[in-house]
């Protein structure tokens, strides 16, 4: 052995040594750091999930009764959930945490990744924070009482649409619209203030603004979001803008008006952002005389979702002073979970029905043997894609037949209608999401410009509405999700696009289905196994686009909502 081959393996003995040192020094410091973090997780927890189950089922009941006494309830418990993650010095040891970089077992880490956020988002002053809460509550209370007046009748909102999409009287139907709106002169002040309280809150966070904080919290980058609207609004625009002639030369005809004389209200919804009907198939009648709750526990049993204990804890029907929307809420992460609904027989109810137990067999069938605070969808928005894709079947043709009792020869007439139904909302849809998206993101950059008229702006490019004559509303402050779920609609449709993504990997690599355009599901449990299995198991185990990657086997992507909605292939 030469000298220098000598000097060589000394060399390599002494790094081999000091590596060997660094590494047993290196193992009980990164097991001491993980050992403090489940003790703090342990701490965590111990006051959070009581909270958080007591917060739900205050909020739920809230939302039935629309009392004063259980709104202030609701009110409190948020506040004392949102104060269980506020502390600053409990926020400190979380930084020292992430900034060490030995919280390394991959459960534990993403753990540390999930309660940093969260606890980051609560690092105002609590009377700040108090403030915004109450706030919120006084406004969803304002939502939740109004109701809409026609003359001497006073309509609930089922009673509103179904006036809107029925009604060719054009005074009518300007009355009902115009009433529609007044909650938004109610509320848009109250909604500004939060606006305003927001942005601060995010400033003091290092965010440039609320929008901006949602969206990275949300693991979510905001020029990527963008550029994704962006190029959704390049496919739709065309199409849409062909569909937007086909609606307005029915809608002219039907109320016996010009199309130069339409009028927002004329488009069958407050906000046109449900399609209107203007193809001869009329799907409310497949339902007038259905029980909507036993069409939708069968078809999910039959694919091996069973949501009977769901359905025996949820409140589905109108009641006086009862929240007038739909949701789904997991009150525990451990299998109670409640829909709220205000069913009416019709085509509307059936999709709203199906989307809202869509959100719930996410919840219910979560991983039990993950931590607690894993047992969530990877994404608000990979919830709303189970809701999406089980709520469209609503109006699909094959659905029809085989869970509504529609004959064989009837389901031939009607399946390119239905078709042609189906494509129409998702391109309203799409382009109201647009005018929403775009609406919060001005308005938080911007609360201070012309509100009333950037709202119209936006509503002519994308929806190709024109703002009344001399109208000055707050319209904007009519939508409950401006003030209530802020900078959150973007993720529907997000959830659009993963539900078209869902749907053809479960028809074609599932099913193994030769006919990937006319699938339902219908009595085929192996299509539950794989959502269980790949989508709500996983839970928060991994960041959204990790899981989608993981089970569909590429990226999200929106070339398959292309496909199914825009003839892009």
Known sequence: ???????????????LLALAVWAAAEKPAAEGDEAAFREFLKAYEARVIPLSRDAALAGFQASISGKDEDYQRSSALQIQLNKASADAQEFARLQ???????????????????????????????????????????????????????????????????????????????????????????????????????????????????????LRLGEQDPKQIEALFDELDELTRGGFAGLKNDIDVFLAAHCGITQEQLQPWHYQNRFFQEAPVIYPVDLDSYYKDKDLVSLARTYYDGIGLNIDDIIKRSDLFEKPGKYQHAFSTDIDRAGDVRVLCSIKPDSYWMNTLLHEFGHSVYSKFNDRSLPWMLRDAAHAFTTEAIANLFGRFASSPSWLQAMAG????????????????????????????????????????????????????????????????????????????????????????????????????????????????????????????????????????????????????????????????????
């Not at 030469?2 to 000394?10: D, E, G, V, W």
């Not at 198991?537 to 960041?543: A, F, N």
């Open 406 to 569: 529609v004959s064989a020869a009837e389901t031939q007439g009607i399946t390119e209608a239905g078709r042609k139904s189906l494509r129409l909302q998702q391109m309203v849809f799409s382009r109201w999401a647009q005018v929403m998206f775009r609406f919060e993101k001005s308005m938080y950059e911007n609360p201070g410009q012309d509100l009333n008229r950037r709202w119209w702006e936006l509503a002519e490019k994308y929806q190709l509405l024109k703002m009344p004559a001399g109208r000055n509303e707050p319209d904007w402050a009519a939508k409950i999700h401006i003030a209530l779920y802020p900078c959150y609609y973007h993720n529907y449709l997000l959830g659009e696009l993963l539900a078209s993504q869902l749907y053809y990997h479960i028809a074609g690599q599932i099913l193994k289905s030769p006919d990937l355009e006319n699938q339902c599901f219908v009595n085929r449990p192996e299509a539950g196994r794989y959502l269980i299995e790949q989508v709500f198991k996983p839970g928060m185990r991994w960041p959204w686009a990790e899981m989608i990657e993981r089970a569909c086997g590429e990226k999200l992507t929106a070339k398959y909502y292309a496909r199914q909605f825009v003839g892009v292939k």
């Open 96 to 214: 020292s945490f992430r900034q060490n970089g030995r919280i390394r077992e991959p459960l534990l880490k993403r753990q540390l990744d999930i309660v940093y956020d969260s606890y980051l988002e609560n690092q105002i002053p609590a009377a700040q924070m108090e403030e915004m809460v109450k706030l919120q509550a006084q406004i969803e209370q304002k939502f939740n009482t109004f109701r809409i007046k026609l003359d001497d009748q006073v309509l609930s909102d089922n009673e509103a649409e179904a006036i809107l999409r029925t009604a060719t009287d054009s005074a009518q139907l300007e009355k009902v619209w115009k009433s529609s709106k007044e909650i938004g002169r109610l509320v848009a002040p109250d909604i500004l203030k939060l606006v305003h309280l927001r942005n601060a809150a995010a400033r003091q966070l290092g965010f440039t603004n609320f929008q901006q904080m949602q």
């Open 1 to 15: 052995m030469n000298f220098q081959t000598k000097i060589i393996l000394a060399l390599i003995g002494a790094a």
